[in-house]
């Protein structure tokens, strides 16, 4: 491809496409990357310059782009059945899938509901769960708790339990009130505390709150050890053991959404296995399909499944997605799965981890860096930035800068994160980290 049709791709798009998280004005002096292709932890833009995709394209292509067995295992199945209604019919993709995951939680979360995006399974965990206590004789318990700072979607309802006020406050007039309590955010340590300090503290105002309105409250919601778009807020295990017992105490549901940090992201394949907990609901979606098709789903326990089994169909879950459980995302993910066990993905992840914390040392060091923190496949750190103006345009001048040193990076304020996919080898991990600091000291001292 030419330069020509680069620009050409660039003026059509601003024409016809409404960019998702984007103010579309700003493309009139950050433009448009138009994307050819991807081979591995790559992408390659229509002139054939290449960007090294160090955050997954959202957090979604765990094994790279192009992977070649979850290519092979998408061909196979479009000559087998491309797509067939659920309501009524199954298919083999679909129940190998829930089998496998169930067993990835030793049968404790037996059963999976699917639909197609993450806000999605933020709506149908919140609805089971208010659901699940009218059909048990108990629907004054309608109300939700979140933490502060967090991210679970963007639809209606799931925009009620997010607290990030660039997505919420435009919205707020159509929105549930939910409760909203202390983030165990290992960066709000006290003078002589540490992040396990920070934990009990959280769940000791989570208790009080409980103590007041448990008998109203249906459910909490949490994205298990970090708090993504709340700048990569990571907390200790001990905070997710507080919440189960107290859910527990108080007959409340517990929903981990393990949408970004599931997945072998955090080091385990569910962010909930190092606290040695279980919740009532869980939600999976992003890198369940490899970064390949659109797939959600929650899984629960049998005793709130059979809260729904009843003759009455208004006793019935009553939500349906038409793409539910869709044969092609779903094989898509067993090739996914696949990958996981073949490769033993998660003993390798801890070895890549360790390469890639040792390149970034020396980042981590750095005069203008605070609070750099790591969890699994995930790095993140605060900048220093004085100049409030210069602050507030940091993530745009680092995505900018990024590109001309061939990286996918894109702050979250001014919070630098990595989360790349899991093939990284070590020329990759050393590129990354070196450009990574190249464009940080480029930016943090403009």
């Known amino acids: 491809m030419n330069t020509n049709l680069k620009s050409d791709w660039i003026a059509r798009s601003l024409k016809s496409v409404w960019h998702p998280c984007t103010q579309m004005q700003h493309h009139e002096s950050v433009p448009l990357v138009p994307v050819s292709h991807g081979r591995g932890a790559w992408l390659y833009d229509a002139d054939g310059q290449r960007y090294l995709d160090a955050i997954s394209s959202w957090w979604v ?28 019919f199954t298919h083999e993709p679909v129940i190998t899938l829930s089998e496998k995951l169930s067993a990835l939680t030793g049968g404790v979360l037996g ?26 004789g108990r629907d004054g318990k309608r109300e939700f708790v979140c933490l502060k700072g967090s991210y679970h979607g963007e639809t209606v309802g799931a925009l009620a339990v997010t607290d990030v006020a660039l997505f919420r406050d435009a919205y707020g007039p159509l929105l549930q009130q939910s409760h909203i309590v202390a983030s165990p955010d290992a960066r709000q340590a006290r003078e002589g505390e540490d992040a396990a300090a920070v934990a009990r503290r959280a769940a000791n105002e989570l208790e009080k709150l409980l103590q007041e309105r448990g008998d109203k409250i249906a459910a909490v919601i949490v994205e298990p050890l970090v708090q993504c778009a709340a700048g990569m807020a990571m907390y200790e295990p001990l905070y997710l053991k507080e919440l189960r017992a107290l859910c527990d105490k108080y007959e409340v549901h517990l929903i981990a959404d393990e949408i970004a940090v599931g997945c072998g992201r955090t080091g385990t394949f569910f962010a909930c296995e190092q606290a040695g907990i279980w919740p009532d609901f869980v939600c999976l979606s992003k890198g369940i399909s490899g970064g390949y098709l659109p797939l959600s ?16 169909v208004t006793r019935g879950f009553l939500h349906s997605h038409s793409y539910t459980g869709n044969p092609l995302a779903c094989r898509a993910a067993l090739a996914t799965l696949a990958i996981f066990e073949e490769d033993d993905v998660l003993t390798r992840n801890r070895e890549r981890a360790e390469k890639m914390s040792a390149a970034l040392a ?11 923190r790591n969890r699994g496949m995930m790095w993140a750190f605060d900048a220093v930035v004085d100049d ?55 930016v943090a001292g403009a």
């Open 388 to 442: 409030p103006e210069k602050a507030a345009t940091f993530s745009r001048r680092f995505f900018t800068e990024a590109l001309q040193q061939e990286m996918l990076l894109r702050p979250i304020g001014r919070t630098v994160y990595l989360m790349p996919p899991y093939i990284l080898d070590d020329d990759e991990i050393a590129l990354l980290a070196s450009r990574t600091m190249a464009v940080f000291d480029k």
């Open 61 to 88: 292509n765990l094994f790279g782009h192009a992977n070649p067995r979850i290519s092979a295992a998408l061909k196979e199945q479009l000559d087998l059945l491309e797509h067939a209604m659920l309501a009524g």
């Open 362 to 372: 020396p980042l981590a060091a750095h005069p203008k860096v605070k609070h750099f």
């Open 297 to 312: 789903l929650v899984m629960t326990r049998d005793e709130i499944y059979r809260a729904f089994y009843h003759s009455d």
């Open 111 to 136: 059963h999976c509901f699917y639909a197609s995006d993450g806000a999605s399974a933020t709506e149908i965990a919140l609805k089971m769960s208010f659901h699940y206590w009218r059909n048990s």
